[in-house]
């Protein structure tokens, strides 16, 4: 049986004139895919009206709450102790959202309730000629970004 934690959240969207927009935001994170962090928003602060999903690496935001972290789609950097910036890259542009450290915090340590730090692993499905070369399958561990 698979667990699934969700965080109701709050966020600001940084516009590109500074200004700031309240909006709502889900943290996710489900023992059935256990390497990846998700966060949901509603339909109604989504461009196309559509609620939306950003699915990027646990791994991730631990760094990102300590360090610029990430080059991909997502990218999370602290901005000071108390708040933190998670960057959307998108073809249609780029969203920029500032989250309070301690909700991510919080979101982050409960994760680790449910899968430990380091054993996002996933049964692999071997390749025959890899299992011919190295004798045995073997757990995969998968990071995304």
Avoid: C, K
Wanted: charged fraction near 20%; hydrophobic fraction near 40%; glycine fraction near 8%.
């Amino acid at each position: 049986m698979h667990v699934t934690l969700q965080q109701p959240t709050g966020a600001r969207l940084i516009t590109a004139t500074d200004q700031e927009l309240a909006i709502p935001a889900t943290l996710r994170y489900t023992s059935a895919d256990p390497p990846a962090a998700h966060i949901d928003f509603p339909p109604h602060v989504t461009v196309d009206g559509e609620a939306t999903t950003w699915t990027f690496a646990r791994v991730l935001l631990g760094e990102g709450l300590r360090a610029p972290a990430g080059i991909g789609n997502v990218r999370v950097r602290p901005a000071g102790s108390a708040h933190t910036y998670v960057e959307f890259h998108a073809s249609q542009g780029m969203a920029v959202l500032r989250f309070a450290t301690s909700d991510l915090t919080r979101f982050l340590a409960r994760t680790y309730t449910i899968v430990s730090a380091g054993e996002e692993t996933v049964g692999a499905v071997p390749d025959h000629g890899l299992v011919a070369l190295f004798g045995e399958a073997r757990t995969a561990r998968v990071r995304r970004s």
